[in-house]
């Protein structure tokens, strides 16, 4: 270029890293300034806290928004210790946390808990809050730490006895950088539930200190994981809630454990919803195409063994079989790769078709073998017939039919209520099991 106002070369270019950059691109790191930024630090402190209880012992985590404007974040574990202390740990220390992303510091693991696409872990709202402070209970011992803007005030300081463990931080964020610094409560509270579902036994809860009318406060804990995600799903909608099916196994093709449940509803539109590593995957992937095929051949073959399609002819695609579908897909990977920077969509380049065999190669057996003491899996196949008037038809396969499960699998069923069956249809020749006629009074 020649000289003038339009010349530019490497003298005008300013190199920027670290926690300068957070800050000045803070999109890039945590979506945006708004308020989906500050729920993006909540998420982003709060994975690390679930992780250290999962792995560390301990089974709870509250995150509480202060009156303050401050949003606290605290868990029962058994405490991450300060480097500057001298403490001997595993892994990273508290400081390096709090300063670094978990990006640079460790890759997913199958028991990585993940409550955001992002991944930077606490460095994000140390660098992007006006204020941070960081206490651990380790020991018998309290020390406490204060960070401003990503950038440490005074070494850990003892601040005295500690009657329990676990680690407990809290930020305010910059109002320079967001803006707004008022977080609501509804959107952290439904991702504080869905991270419960998807992770059987674990207590999380979250607290608003700030309604003029006095403090509300949810907790959430689920023994039955996905099982109890597909019924809460299913109450949405439904009067009469249907039987779950709810299964897990491990498989080293894909790497991982597949968690899977699922039910079907009256109502005709397909629900799936499908997660990697506790985040969800709302473009779904690899482990949904696999769920879709497993759960295509379980029923064609039942409906071959019992009848209902004619050897020979076509078997059940995934699209006529997900009618009043409601399923849960959650993998645990070791090593989750994705398609696209938002991982919406779970990839994986070389380990995809290992992932969609696995997938489907699990699947079938679980459906194919009801759960012990049911009396039978619930199964539908369609009728050899074509467009609005085809007809779904329920049928109870006894469990002498079963397929053995492969060793080392686990499957779990769930009937919501009083788990019996519904009384027999008065149509003749109605299955047993389908839901009542209109005329009928009795549930």
Request: charged share 25%; aromatic share 4%.
């Amino acid at each position: 270029m020649t000289g003038g106002r339009g010349e530019y070369d490497a003298a005008r270019v300013t190199e920027v890293e670290g926690r300068e950059l957070m800050r000045k691109r803070p999109g890039l790191y945590i979506g945006s300034t708004g308020v989906g930024g500050l729920h993006q630090l909540v998420y982003e402190v709060a994975s690390r806290s679930v992780n250290e209880v999962l792995t560390g012992g301990g089974g709870c985590v509250d995150v509480t928004l202060t009156r303050d404007g401050g949003i606290r974040i605290a868990d029962d574990g058994p405490g991450i210790p300060f480097e500057a202390a001298g403490e001997v740990r595993v892994g990273d220390g508290l400081e390096t946390l709090l300063t670094r992303p978990e990006t640079e510091l460790r890759p997913d693991g199958r028991n990585t808990v993940r409550w955001s696409v992002y991944g930077m872990g606490p460095c994000a709202a140390t660098v992007m809050s006006s204020r941070l402070t960081a206490e651990v209970r380790r020991g018998g011992v309290r020390r406490v730490q204060e960070y401003a803007r990503g950038v440490a005030l005074v070494p850990p300081v003892t601040a005295g006895p500690a009657t329990d463990t676990g680690t407990t931080i809290a930020f305010w964020p910059d109002p320079g950088i967001f803006d707004t610094v008022e977080c609501s409560f509804a959107v952290p509270a439904g991702r504080v539930r869905e991270v419960a579902l998807l992770n059987r036994g674990l207590t999380l809860s979250l607290t608003d200190e700030r309604p003029a009318g006095g403090t509300r406060s949810v907790s959430f804990r689920y023994p039955d994981g996905a099982a109890d995600f597909v019924a809460l799903l299913d109450a949405e909608t439904e009067r009469v809630l249907p039987e779950v099916i709810a299964f897990e196994w491990e498989d080293e093709r894909m790497a991982g454990i597949a968690e899977v449940a699922l039910s079907w509803r009256s109502a005709r539109e397909e629900r799936v919803r499908s997660f990697a590593n506790s985040a969800p995957t709302p473009e779904g992937g690899t482990h949904e195409d696999g769920f879709r095929t497993g759960v295509a051949a379980a029923l064609t073959e039942h409906a071959l063994r019992h009848g209902l399609l004619k050897p020979g002819g076509p078997g059940l695609g995934a699209d006529r079989v997900g009618e009043g579908l409601t399923a849960v897909v959650s993998v645990r990977l070791d090593r989750p790769e994705y398609d696209g920077s938002t991982r919406g969509r779970l990839g994986g380049g070389s380990h995809r078709e290992r992932r969609r065999r696995a997938g489907g190669s699990g699947t079938p057996r679980q459906l194919a073998g009801p759960p012990p003491g049911t009396g039978g899996g619930r199964h539908r196949a369609h009728h050899q017939g074509h467009g609005p008037g085809r007809e779904l038809i329920d049928r109870r396969a006894p469990a002498a039919d079963a397929v053995p499960r492969p060793p080392g699998t686990r499957a779990r069923h769930r009937a919501p209520g009083d788990g019996r069956l519904r009384p027999r249809c008065r149509r003749p020749g109605g299955p047993r099991g389908c839901r009542p006629c209109p005329a009928r009074s009795s549930p």
